[in-house]
């Protein structure tokens, strides 16, 4: 394999990398969903709030590869649609963000003298559901995981390095998530309980209106497939 063909090689395995970031992070958004993690683990201890942080971000990463290589077969073996997904997971999202918008007016455990301990395996529950799905990775990310799987490229080689390109990219983000969950409550200390308590309102509210636009992408697109336009 001549000095070219390598260099070209590794470009692409770096558009790929960076287009699975590019595609991913914003809508994953770990520094957005860092005052709703620390709301949703207020009871918990900071030993036990890093634990789960990095739970969450090897669930996320796990959750992430497989959506983006074997996801769209799944999807097709029980006969579902990625319109039907983000139905579902658009109502689950928005009744999460509707019950952290409506919780009690206190501020997410910025100074606690008691935290309660919780056991391990309620810990290895909650990092899944649902601090790793669907606050974290939602229906959207793992549409756009679905996505970026979806056209797999002709011949092995080829086939193998983008898959890798994309678990090196799905990496990248799950190193996102562990970093803004795991100084969560860092970032918002130095905002204070009163800054703390608006962050976390306006962010449950924003994971709210992205529940309601979810759900309705989902909507659309099984009304568009129930009803094709016909050509003229």
């Given at each position: ?16 990398v960076m287009l699975a970031v590019g595609a991913l992070l914003p809508i994953v958004d770990p520094l957005g969903g860092a005052p709703i993690y620390l709301a949703m683990t207020a009871s918990l201890t ?187």
């Amino acid at each position: 394999m001549s000095a070219v063909s390598i260099l070209n090689a590794l470009l692409h395995f770096g558009s790929v990398v960076m287009l699975a970031v590019g595609a991913l992070l914003p809508i994953v958004d770990p520094l957005g969903g860092a005052p709703i993690y620390l709301a949703m683990t207020a009871s918990l201890t900071s030993v036990e709030r890093s634990r789960m942080a990095k739970a969450v971000a090897i669930n996320s990463f796990l959750l992430l590869v497989a959506s983006a290589l074997i996801g769209a077969y799944v999807l097709d073996f029980f006969g579902l649609s990625i319109p039907s997904v983000q139905v579902a997971g658009g109502i689950v999202v928005c009744m999460i963000a509707w019950s952290l918008l409506n919780s009690p007016n206190s501020p997410p455990a910025l100074d606690r003298n008691s935290p309660q301990t919780a056991r391990p395996d309620d810990l290895s529950q909650r990092a899944f559901y649902p601090m790793t799905m669907p606050l974290t990775v939602g229906p959207g990310s793992i549409s756009v995981a679905l996505t970026l799987g979806a056209n797999p490229p002709l011949g092995f080689r080829s086939l193998l390095l983008t898959a890798l390109a994309h678990a090196v990219g799905i990496l990248l983000v799950a190193l996102g998530v562990y970093l803004c969950y795991r100084y969560a409550e860092r970032i918002l200390r130095k905002l204070g309980a009163t800054g703390t308590s608006v962050v976390v309102r306006l962010s449950a509210f924003i994971l709210l209106c992205i529940g309601v636009q979810i759900c309705w992408n989902g909507v659309h697109g099984l009304i568009v497939s129930g009803f094709p336009s016909s050509s003229s």
